[in-house]
C-alpha cells in the first residue's frame, strides 16, 4: 500500500511539473499609412481580437513600431512585454517584442542584442539592408515554478551572409544566456524557406515545431499572404523551434479573416506546447 501510495504521489508531482503553453510568433506589418485599406488603423483591432481569441500566453511581433505595440497592449492589458526600438536600442524603428501573460508568468531576466558583429549596440550586421534585432526574456510560472527561456527575431530580407551569420550568433547567445539549461522556445521571422543554409543550422541545435508536431499541421504551409485573399502561401518564412525538452501537441498556420480580409500580409503561426523539464528555484 505505502509502495502504490508513494508511485501516485510521484506521478504527481510530475504532472504537476507539466506546464502547457500556447505560443504564438506574428508579423503584423509595420504602420505604413500607403498600404491603404490595410494600413494599420484599419486592422489593429483584427489583430488584438486574433490574438484574444486563440488565448496566445506568448506572442513574438516582428515589424512592430511603438505605438503598434501600444495599440495591442491597451487591447489586452494582462500582456506585459519587453523588447526595444532596432534602430537606437530605445523607441526608434521596427521591434520584435515578446508578449506574456503576466496573470501566468513572472519575467525573471530579459534582454536583447543586435544581428551585427557588434551585438551589444544599434548597427547593421554584414551583408544586412537593415539593422536586425533579437529579443529575449527568463520567464518563470507562477504555478508550477517553471522557467524556460523565449528568444524572438526578424532576419534581414535581403543579406545571406547576414542570415546565416545571424543563425550562428543566435544559437552562440542561447548557449551563453541559458546556464541553467532550461526549456528554449525561439520563434520569429526569418525571412527563409525550410531548405536554406540558415534554417539547417538552427534545425542542427534547435527542432522545428511543424515537424515535430503530435497531431498533424493545420492549415496552409506557407506563411505570407501579402494581403492577397487568394495567395497561394506556399512559402513557409515564419518559425517557432523548440529544445529538444519541449513536446509540441500542436501547430497551425492560422488563416483568420474579416471580409476576406486577413490582418497581417503575414499569418501568424500558433503552436501549443508541453514543456517537462522547467526548473524551479
Request: glycine residues 6%.
Amino acid at each position: 500500500m505505502k509502495r502504490i501510495t508513494f508511485i501516485l504521489l510521484m506521478l504527481t508531482c510530475n504532472l504537476a511539473m507539466a506546464q502547457n503553453l500556447r505560443v504564438m510568433t506574428y508579423n503584423i506589418r509595420m504602420n505604413t499609412p500607403s498600404d491603404g485599406v490595410n494600413a494599420w488603423p484599419n486592422r489593429s483591432s483584427q489583430v488584438s481580437a486574433l490574438l484574444d481569441f486563440h488565448q496566445a500566453e506568448i506572442f513574438g511581433l516582428q515589424e512592430a513600431f511603438i505605438g503598434q505595440i501600444e495599440d495591442i497592449q491597451a487591447d489586452l492589458p494582462k500582456m506585459k512585454w519587453v523588447g526595444v526600438g532596432r534602430d537606437d536600442g530605445e523607441k526608434a524603428g521596427e521591434y520584435s517584442p515578446i508578449f506574456y501573460d503576466s496573470e501566468k508568468f513572472k519575467a525573471l531576466k530579459q534582454g536583447g542584442f543586435w544581428l551585427s558583429e557588434t551585438p551589444e549596440k544599434p548597427g547593421m550586421g554584414w551583408d544586412a539592408a537593415c539593422n536586425r534585432v533579437c529579443t529575449w526574456i527568463i520567464l518563470k510560472e507562477h504555478k508550477t515554478g517553471g522557467k524556460f527561456i523565449v528568444l524572438n527575431t526578424h532576419f534581414d530580407h535581403v543579406g545571406n551572409k547576414a542570415r546565416s551569420e545571424s543563425a550562428k550568433l543566435i544559437l552562440r547567445k542561447i548557449k551563453e544566456l541559458n546556464t541553467d539549461k532550461l526549456p528554449v522556445i525561439l520563434m520569429g521571422d526569418f525571412n527563409l524557406t525550410p531548405d536554406k543554409e540558415p534554417i539547417s543550422l538552427i534545425t542542427g541545435e534547435l527542432k522545428d515545431s511543424r515537424e515535430i508536431s503530435k497531431k498533424p499541421p493545420y492549415g496552409p504551409e506557407g506563411t505570407f499572404n501579402a494581403f492577397k485573399f487568394d495567395a497561394p502561401m506556399k512559402d513557409r518564412i515564419d518559425y517557432v523551434f523548440v529544445s529538444d525538452d519541449i513536446e509540441v501537441k500542436r501547430y497551425a498556420v492560422l488563416t483568420d479573416s474579416k471580409d476576406q480580409r486577413y490582418p497581417s500580409d503575414h499569418q501568424p503561426v500558433f503552436v501549443s506546447l508541453e514543456l517537462k523539464a522547467g526548473k524551479k528555484k
